[in-house]
């Protein structure tokens, strides 16, 4: 199987600023790490996602780094606007069992303006 | 429009009755799935169907059964209510089952008393 944990729990930031929320799983047969967004009363939505054939992603604000050595990856949300205020979840998947996501206890972020 | 529609959003029951949660999927996917997520517990797999076989069950308790009429549908029977039971089931579905690109539904939150 696998396990995902997930920190910080709560996480409260400036506006402008950066937030960083990391997770660590056990399986090194895990392949696949997406980050899901979900807002009260709302579906998981994916923001981003990265392989394990990579170290690094970036789309549009956001940033995750995958340490597979470490068995660690990383959300890294670069000047942070109200409207990122939301649970954000990592989640992990293998290879072999790539349909199934385990996923993190999630990172409650609150941006203050 | 929603490409997940799931019925009903809210469903109160009393312990011990038996409910259906609906799941209707319009994205051409070939694999559907169930998650729980419950109070302070991350999101948690139940079930995975591909072209309407159940490829994997995760959930302890019979009480809990997928129900698959038609490809784009994912039906899930809970019998013998439990207040344990409480929580928000999301159904999801990816293109394959090898895939974990996954688009959520909107869920449906169950309250047992």
């Known amino acids: 199987g696998e396990q995902v944990e997930q920190l910080p729990s709560i996480l409260r930031v400036q506006e402008g600023s950066s937030a960083s929320i990391n997770c660590t799983y056990e399986n090194s047969a895990s392949n696949y790490f997406p980050w899901y967004k979900q807002e009260p009363g709302e579906n998981p939505k994916l923001i981003i996602d990265?392989?394990?054939?990579?170290e690094r992603k970036q789309t549009q604000g956001l940033i995750v780094l995958l340490d597979k050595k470490a068995k660690r990856f990383s959300l890294h949300i670069t000047d942070t606007q109200p409207g990122d205020s939301a649970m954000y979840f990592c989640a992990a998947s293998q290879g072999n069992m790539g349909y199934k996501l385990t996923f993190g206890t999630g990172t409650s972020l609150l941006v203050d303006p | 429009d929603p490409k997940i529609i799931q019925k009903p959003k809210y469903l109160v029951a009393v312990t011990g009755s038996e409910k259906i949660l609906i799941c209707e999927q319009y994205l051409g996917h070939n694999a559907m799935y169930w998650y729980r997520q419950s109070a302070k517990k991350p999101l948690e797999f139940m079930f995975s169907?591909?072209?309407?076989?159940?490829?994997d069950n995760q959930t302890a308790s019979s009480r809990f059964q997928p129900q698959s009429s038609k490809k784009n549908h994912l039906d899930l029977q809970i019998t013998a209510l439990k207040p344990d039971d409480s929580a928000t089931y999301f159904c999801?579905?990816?293109?394959?089952?090898?895939?974990?690109?996954?688009?959520f539904g909107s869920g449906t939150r169950l309250l047992v008393i």
């Open positions: 990265i392989r394990s054939n990579m």
């Open positions: 999801a579905s990816s293109p394959g089952h090898a895939n974990s690109d996954y688009t």
């Open positions: 169907y591909s072209y309407q076989k159940l490829m």
